[in-house]
Structures are given as structure tokens and as C-alpha cells.
């Protein structure tokens, strides 16, 4: 037991702890998708393994997620539908997508790595259905495997690299989203794998700081277990990984004001305290004003319209990925967004089997021709006239010089006309976090690793920097939370040696 029953974040000195009520090789924090990953990946590596879990069980925020695990670069799966893929088309699509700002080596990495991914969480149990989900939409409606997840299909990112789904959705028949979905199903094999492995678990654990040596090394972290202060000993590293700071007022007023008041997309356990934890070590942090921005609306409705700012102009392709759409409304439109659509267009969204009905909305506004729908919606007169005349001279072709809208989608609006009011429909969780390198060790501001302290998923700027693709999350989380548990260990990784048995190595490469 420790000497001090305060709570702070300032690190602890290894002379302050008097007693330590557990040890283990691999101390990982948290108990999602990366320290799932982490934790299997140290055992296999031969590590005695512990985890803290701040709730009474597995799963974190990855076990109520939709399940979309970003891989590419010709998966089993891919291959299965007929797509064809390559590192190097994904790599160019993510460094596109993401940015800017994209850490060029975690992106290689990740692109590089991807197929034998797919394979490591197939061989630990999770299971995908080799079927392929084609329709505009946050998720297929059915238990297909298979669909596109960032806009890989749609302007401008189709003239950077050729299309191909990367959306990889665990099987669930059944599914019920933010209960039990495709991320519960991929948590449980993953979790039954690590219990597999002998790994201990220790839960209703919130960690409170870190504990270094006099060399500055992390040797163990000070948490609370029923409202009693423990210590717990790591002998070769720790790894953070409790989440987002999502849920953390104060630093998401500091960091990304533009989120604050919304919404969040994660658990109420996203309070930051691996990055606080960071931070008080001296770490560093990299994109914390980049989030993921979730637009509530029915994609099969918003792909039949056009989506307008409060200037009545538009300023998306609405076939694109929705979270592209949530992200340009909330950063760049001022959260000022409509949709504009006619009856036929409505109607034939509403009738839809793909259709996301718990986003279905029903029109703010229904006007007879355009002229008395702008006046309605308070706009400028002849703004969206305009706006519509423009797009319905080329939407009689099919054509959409102004942002590429796909032609399947490209049609005259013809009256009566709606406008759905978008204006703050918006959501999200944050993306930035610990800076750290390709083999997940978490870099000193000084640029060098901290010696014994390593993290992975959404605590870490991972490979988004600024844009976003769904599964990037739980694809990043998982993979780089294998290398932080392999780096733990003290393990080599492709990449490189980790510095768990070389505290002073150079920090790798980062465009981050």
C-alpha cells in the first residue's frame, strides 16, 4: 500500500510506495479494444500480464460501437466480395483522407500491416460474413461484412486512389445499435483470448497517476479500487489505454472548443486521465482539436438532396462518407447546415429497406417552389434559387461539375420542395492525444521515448489527424495496441526494436 492516500496526476516516486499490491511484467490500463489487443499480444510474448479496468467488465467503448475495423490492402474479406486492393492504394487513400498533418510512418505501417491484421483478429475468433453492403449508409442495415467507410467512393478522394471497401464489420445477427453491435463482437472473442492466455484482470479500477524511478523511467501506476488508493508494479512497462478525453469539459473547452456542448460519441469512462497521466511525465500531445463529427441524418435521405450552409450553397458531395459531412458542417459551415429535397426524393428515402430509420427526419420546411422555401428558411432571396438552378442545369445529365456527386445519385429537384433544419445535428469524440511512435512507445516532448510507458487507441493521436474514416478507431487501437503490448514485453516488432529494453533509442520518424 502507498504511503499517500491523495489523488493527483504529478507522477509518484518509486521511494513514496511503500508497499505494491500487485505486479506483473505488463500493466495495461484499460480494458477496450487497444488493451485487449495489448494484453494478448505481451502474453504471447511471454509476459506476465495484468489489467486495470475502470468498470466491472470488458469492452470499453469498442463493445458498443458500431464494429467498423478500417483494414484494406487485400483482405481475405475484400478478395471474397471481388474487391481488389494494395497497401499502397489504402496508404494513399488514408494520407489523403486523414489529414492533413497524417504521421506518414503510422499510416505505412498500419497499410503495410493491414492484411496480416485481419488475419491475427480472425485467428483470435472474430468472425465476418463475406458479404458486401453497397448502399449509402452509417452501417448496414444486416450483418454484412463488407462497405465503404470514408468516402473511398465519392469526390475528391476517387481521383486520389481507386475505390475499395475497407470497412470490415464483425458478424452479429441481430445487432442493436449501442447494445449489442459489431463492436461487441468483436470485444468478445478478443476477450475470451485474453482470458485464454491467463491474463489477470483486476476491475472497478480507476488509475490515478504514474510511478518513476529516479531515472525517469515508468515502473508502476497509483489507482483507486472501491474508493481505496493501490499500487500496482509494472517489472517491463505500462500501457495506457482508458479512451478519449471525450468526456472531459475542461479539456475539450482547451482543446477542441468547437465540440463543447455537443454531444459525445463515447463513455462517460473518455475523461482523459491516460493523457493527464502523460502529460504529468512529460509527454507529448499531437492533433487534440481533431474529432470525429457524426451529422444525424438518414444517408439515404441526404444523398437524394443537397446539403446547403446557411449561404444556401452547397458545399459537399451528400454521397459521401456522413462523418466527411459532420466534419466540413461543424468546422467549416459554423454548424449552419440544410438539407434540400423534393417530395419524390422524400418519398423515395422514407420507402428504402437500406434506410437508417432512427435518423429519418421529417421536413422543417415544405414550400411549393424554391423562392418561398429560402424565404422560409430565413435566407438571403435568390440564394438557394440560384443553388438549385445551377445543380438542376447539370443534374438533367446526371452531372455535378461543381463537388462530383456520383450520377446514380444526381437528379433535377423538382417541386414541392422540403428543407430538413441540420443546424447543430451534430455529434462526435475527439481524436488527438499522446504522441507516440510506430511501435506505440509514448514520445517526451523532448522527442525521445519515455522509458517504460507506452499507449494505444483513442488516449493517442493515432492515424487520424484531422479527417476520419469510421473504424479507424478500433482498426488503430487494435493494431498499435499489438505493438504497445509486444513493446511492453520487450519484444521486437517489424518495424523495429522497442525501447522497453532500450530506454534511450531514437524516436522513430513522425509527420504527426
Not at 460501437?65 to 496508404?91: H, N, W
Not at 461487441?184 to 475470451?192: G, S, V, W
Request: proline share 5%; aromatic share 8%.
Amino acid at each position: 500500500m502507498t504511503t499517500s492516500t491523495t489523488s493527483s496526476v504529478h507522477p509518484r516516486p518509486a521511494a513514496d510506495v511503500a508497499s505494491w499490491d500487485h505486479e506483473a511484467d505488463v500493466v495495461v490500463a484499460g480494458y477496450g479494444v487497444a488493451g485487449a489487443s495489448a494484453a494478448i499480444e505481451a502474453a504471447r510474448a511471454g509476459a506476465d500480464v495484468l489489467v486495470l479496468e475502470r468498470t466491472s467488465g470488458w469492452g470499453g467503448a469498442a463493445a458498443l460501437a458500431g464494429g467498423f475495423i478500417y483494414l484494406g490492402g487485400g483482405t481475405a474479406l475484400q478478395r471474397a466480395c471481388g474487391f481488389e486492393d494494395s497497401p499502397a492504394t489504402m496508404q494513399a487513400f488514408l494520407t489523403a483522407a486523414l489529414g492533413p498533418g497524417v504521421d506518414g510512418a503510422k499510416i505505412e505501417a498500419y497499410c503495410q500491416g493491414s492484411v496480416e491484421h485481419y488475419d491475427w483478429l480472425v485467428d483470435c475468433g472474430v468472425v465476418f460474413k463475406p458479404e458486401f453492403f453497397g448502399e449509402p449508409g452509417w452501417e448496414s442495415v444486416g450483418d454484412e461484412g463488407l462497405m465503404y467507410s470514408g468516402g473511398e467512393n465519392a469526390a475528391p478522394f476517387t481521383a486520389v486512389a481507386t475505390p475499395a471497401p475497407r470497412g470490415h464489420v464483425p458478424q452479429m445477427a441481430n445487432k442493436r445499435a449501442g447494445e449489442k453491435s459489431g463492436g461487441y463482437m468483436l470485444m468478445k472473442p478478443l476477450a475470451e483470448t485474453v482470458a485464454a492466455l491467463g491474463v489477470r484482470a483486476e476491475h472497478d479500477v480507476r488509475v490515478q497517476t504514474l510511478v518513476t524511478d529516479p531515472d525517469g523511467r515508468v515502473v508502476g501506476v497509483i489507482a483507486k479500487q472501491y474508493g481505496q488508493e493501490i499500487a500496482v508494479r509494472a517489472r517491463r512497462g505500462v500501457v495506457l489505454a482508458t479512451g478519449s478525453f471525450a468526456y472531459n469539459d475542461q479539456m475539450v473547452q482547451s482543446f477542441a472548443p468547437l465540440m463543447a456542448g455537443r454531444p459525445g460519441s463515447a463513455i462517460e469512462e473518455h475523461d482523459g486521465i491516460s493523457i493527464r497521466m502523460g502529460q504529468a511525465v512529460g509527454a507529448d500531445l499531437a492533433h487534440m482539436d481533431a474529432a470525429e463529427v457524426a451529422i444525424h441524418c438518414d444517408p439515404q435521405l441526404m444523398v437524394r438532396g443537397i446539403l446547403v450552409n446557411g449561404r444556401g450553397q452547397r458545399f459537399v458531395p451528400e454521397d459521401t462518407y456522413p462523418g466527411r459531412i459532420g466534419q466540413l458542417a461543424l468546422f467549416q459551415q459554423d454548424n449552419q447546415v440544410f438539407l434540400v429535397v423534393d417530395e419524390a426524393g422524400y418519398a423515395a428515402a422514407a420507402a428504402s429497406p437500406t434506410a437508417t430509420r432512427h435518423l429519418r427526419r421529417k421536413p422543417t420546411w415544405v414550400c411549393e417552389t424554391v423562392a418561398e422555401l429560402e424565404a422560409e428558411m430565413g435566407l438571403v432571396a435568390g440564394a438557394l434559387e440560384s443553388t438549385v438552378e445551377l445543380y438542376n442545369r447539370y443534374a438533367v445529365t446526371g452531372e455535378d461539375p461543381l463537388l462530383g456527386k456520383k450520377a446514380e445519385w444526381v437528379k433535377p429537384l423538382t417541386g414541392p420542395f422540403a428543407a430538413i433544419d441540420l443546424r447543430g445535428a451534430t455529434s462526435g469524440f475527439t481524436l488527438g492525444g499522446l504522441r507516440t511512435t510506430v511501435d506505440s512507445e509514448v514520445l517526451h516532448v523532448s522527442g525521445e521515448p519515455i522509458p517504460g510507458l507506452f499507449a494505444a487507441g483513442r488516449c493517442t493521436a493515432g492515424i487520424s489527424a484531422g479527417g476520419y474514416a469510421s473504424g479507424a478507431s478500433l482498426g488503430d487501437g487494435s493494431f498499435f495496441g499489438r505493438r504497445a503490448g509486444r513493446s511492453a514485453a520487450g519484444t521486437r516488432t517489424a518495424a523495429g526494436t522497442s525501447t522497453a529494453a532500450h530506454p534511450r533509442a531514437e524516436a522513430e520518424p513522425s509527420l504527426g
